[in-house]
């Protein structure tokens, strides 16, 4: 079971907003790259401008937010003939692109290490990677878990509520990186399998 699962049910509160959107021209494309824009910048400024932990707590809020910039591009793209090629290129690459920087932040945060977090961020792309990797062999593009991106969506806004509110983090907390490192391994090999499995003859 993965969060992505539920999106069919976001995606229906949020119709009436992407109507209106689509109304005043706003179009897919525009929609993608301003989400990815403001990950980008939040993401660097927490990690360069090193604020107080406090100012973790602003990752739950845009993680949420992004999520709905991320179901209405997809849905003006689908419901309102804005579907490009060079849109399916945006969707993949700006998704990776603002992961890297929403998790980066985190390898300042004790007891995080940069190693891991590093390894959550490389195994993150990949899993995508191999999720886009699915039409080329005749495949549906997989979004199988354990922890695809609406998943760490979730853990990592929780674990920038959980900084944002606590003075410091105990010291078992530096198992979550390593955690999430497997996550990921057995997220990509489902969804190398389960490509797989779908071309096989029957």
Not at 46 to 58: H, K, Q, T, V
Not at 90 to 106: G, M, Q, W
Not at 123 to 139: D, I, K, M, Q, R
Not at 143 to 150: E, I, M, V
Request: proline share 6%; net charge positive.
């Amino acid at each position: 079971m993965s969060i992505y699962e539920l999106k069919p049910r976001f995606q229906a509160l949020l119709r009436p907003l992407v109507r209106r959107l689509h109304a005043m021209g706003i179009t897919a494309n525009q929609v993608t790259l301003a989400a990815c824009a403001v990950s980008v910048a939040l993401g660097l400024w927490l990690f360069f401008a090193a604020p107080s932990l406090a100012a973790f707590g602003l990752i739950p809020a845009w993680m949420f937010v992004r999520m709905a910039f991320n179901a209405i591009d997809g849905m003006l793209a689908r419901e309102h003939g804005q579907q490009s090629k060079l849109g399916a290129f945006l969707n993949e690459l700006t998704d990776v692109v603002s992961d890297a920087a929403l998790y980066l932040p985190f390898a300042l945060v004790q007891p995080f290490s940069p190693f891991w977090v590093g390894t959550v961020i490389v195994l993150a792309g990949l899993s995508e990677f191999a999720g886009a990797l699915g039409p080329t062999v005749g495949a549906s593009r997989r979004y199988d878990g354990p922890l695809g991106k609406s998943d760490r969506a979730f853990v990592f806004g929780a674990l920038g509520l959980w900084i944002g509110v606590t003075p410091s983090l105990p010291d078992w907390a530096a198992y979550v990186m390593p955690i999430l490192v497997v996550a990921l391994c057995v997220t990509i090999v489902n969804r190398v399998r389960r490509g797989l499995a779908e071309t096989a003859p029957t």
